[in-house]
């Protein structure tokens, strides 16, 4: 931990105010900042490092050391995480690798408490987590906040264990995180006054502001799959002091590009003042968590970026707690190099599967439910379809692009789960991944019963991964840790799943981001129909069809 002083315009976003100055850090620490003279038009930007305000660190398919390693070059400095898919798998073992792996590398991650495990009782996970688990991890002062309750069903109708979850954080002195899509009116007040502060479910402007207008603050969501932004960015103009910025589910393509700094400058192209999207950023994730990140405040912690402009909002370099650790597009320092030593867990139990599992018999019906999947979006709509019939089973339609979709439990042997969705525009082969909210068992979709087969036993094989295949080609990228994570160089996992996109695009997938939306069609908690390994699933009713 070196002394050093840095020049540049301070962007001071508490006094809305730009000047070029001098930084100087001892210790770790903002000792002083100086005011040189106004602001001057050729000289780069310093300002407090960006904070992803609730991010499911397993969906980048990276372990957390890794995640930063790639993160802190867009000046993250810091995250919300909420270790809830792990925790689904492997329970408190899975949260506590998520902190102690985290813990080997500077970044700030900031973990919560799982409040959702399971996250309903509809599908089969890996683990359950009690109020008495959830108070033993609030307890923990690397816990910072109870995460997002997904149970708002049990919340609205007094379930006893959901709202001694939420007591336990209360009295901790810790904020309780939001998941309600779709609630308005008295319904979410309930929610709200449950004692629930956040939300990065709203799809509409209209949802948002009447969240806002009661209090609930607001996070804008733009991850891999759900993408938010344009609907909710302008009210940002009118709410600076009650919205932040999130990914919630970011693949690791994806974190290669960019991340909150990419936000920040669509923003400002719309026209939003750059002190109140900073505000987002920067400063109210460290207010609403009480997180130890600094502000760019005289004694605050070294935390803070050096950017080229206001405008892109390209970062130069990176410093967390005095360090300088990211500088034009790469990491510098100690960073782990041994991740595939790291500490891994994992909950793989069923057997390979034949392919008779995967027939479904034709039984007169004259229409079928089928998931309609929608590209950016995790809410799904309800349609109906005509079976397709061959030889006394329904079949996929490729004609209509209506597609065989299953979901096998992978925590011990049991009947497969068989459903059809259309939009996902395979025209070849299957693709299959054990990464599938909440619960992560395998999910896979297909054009024919032997192509499904075999994806999913791939899955089995390697105890985790996603897989394409068709056309007489495989690409596998396997997933060892809790069938989420790889134990790979975070850009080279990049890589391979920059590729096995590519390919199930070429098998005729239409959508943005095939695999991150294939994980979502098992995602209960959101509406409106799904697939469990338990069954079909109409998240309006919350009961299996």
């Not at 040189?36 to 305000?53: T, Y």
């Not at 007591?167 to 979410?188: C, N, Q, S």
């Not at 502060?197 to 509409?204: A, G, I, P, Q, R």
């Not at 209090?215 to 938010?228: D, F, H, Q, T, V």
Request: hydrophobic residues 40%.
């Amino acid at each position: 931990m070196s002394n050093f002083k840095v020049k540049g315009n301070i962007v001071d976003i508490t006094k809305r105010n730009i000047f070029f100055g001098e930084v100087e850090v001892e210790e770790g620490k903002i000792r002083n900042i100086s005011k040189v003279s106004e602001a001057k038009s050729d000289a780069h930007f310093i300002l407090p490092g960006f904070i992803d305000s609730h991010v499911h660190i397993e969906s980048s398919m990276l372990i957390p050391s890794e995640f930063a390693r790639l993160a802190v070059v867009h000046g993250t400095v810091s995250t919300i995480s909420d270790p809830h898919e792990i925790a689904n798998v492997c329970g408190l073992e899975g949260v506590e690798f998520m902190i102690e792996n985290g813990n080997t590398v500077p970044f700030k991650f900031n973990f919560g408490a799982p409040s959702c495990v399971p996250a309903t009782i509809f599908e089969t996970a890996g683990a359950e987590l009690n109020h008495d688990d959830v108070w033993s991890l609030l307890e923990r002062p690397e816990i910072k906040y109870l995460s997002e309750m997904m149970n708002f069903p049990g919340v609205l109708y007094k379930d006893d264990e959901v709202l001694k979850k939420i007591a336990a954080a209360h009295e901790l002195g810790k904020p309780v995180d939001g998941h309600a899509p779709g609630l308005r009116g008295d319904t979410v007040q309930q929610y709200i006054d449950a004692g629930i502060s956040t939300d990065h479910e709203c799809f509409t402007a209209e949802e948002a502001l009447d969240k806002l207008q009661r209090g609930m603050k607001i996070l804008i969501r733009e991850g891999s799959a759900a993408k938010n932004f344009e609907a909710l960015i302008d009210l940002l103009n009118d709410w600076p002091e009650m919205m932040m910025f999130c990914s919630d589910d970011k693949h690791p393509d994806s974190l290669v590009e960019n991340h909150i700094n990419a936000l920040c400058a669509r923003a400002v192209a719309k026209g939003v003042d750059v002190f109140k999207v900073l505000q987002a950023a920067c400063i109210n994730p460290i207010l609403h968590y009480k997180l130890d990140v600094g502000t760019l405040q005289i004694g605050d912690a070294a935390d803070f970026i050096v950017i080229k402009d206001l405008i892109s909002f390209n970062v130069k370099q990176t410093y967390i707690n005095g360090d300088l650790l990211a500088e034009n597009g790469r990491t510098v320092g100690n960073w782990v190099t041994n991740i595939e030593d790291a500490k891994s867990v994992n909950h793989f139990a069923c057997s390979p599967k034949k392919e008779k599992d995967f027939i479904y018999p034709f039984k007169g019906e004259e229409e079928l439910a089928v998931i309609e999947a929608l590209d950016g979006q995790l809410i799904t709509n309800r349609i109906a379809a005509q079976p397709k019939v061959s030889n006394g089973s329904i079949v996929s339609n490729l004609e209509n692009d209506v597609l065989k979709m299953v979901v096998v439990n992978r925590y011990h042997d049991a009947p497969v789960a068989i459903s059809f969705v259309k939009n996902f525009g395979l025209k070849n082969g299957a693709i299959a991944s054990s990464v599938a909210h909440d619960s992560h068992n395998i999910i896979a979709v297909g054009v024919d019963d032997k192509s499904i087969c075999e994806a999913v036993n791939h899955v089995i094989e390697k105890t985790g991964g996603v897989v394409a295949l068709g056309k007489g080609r495989l690409e596998l990228l396997t997933l060892p840790v809790a069938g989420l994570m790889s134990n790979q160089d975070g850009y080279k996992v990049a890589e391979s799943y920059t590729s096995i996109d590519k390919f199930a695009k070429e098998l005729g997938s239409t959508l943005l981001a095939p695999f991150m939306t294939l994980s979502f069609m098992a995602l209960l908690v959101i509406p409106r129909i799904k697939l469990s390994d338990k069954g079909l699933f109409d998240g309006d009713k919350f009961e299996l069809v």
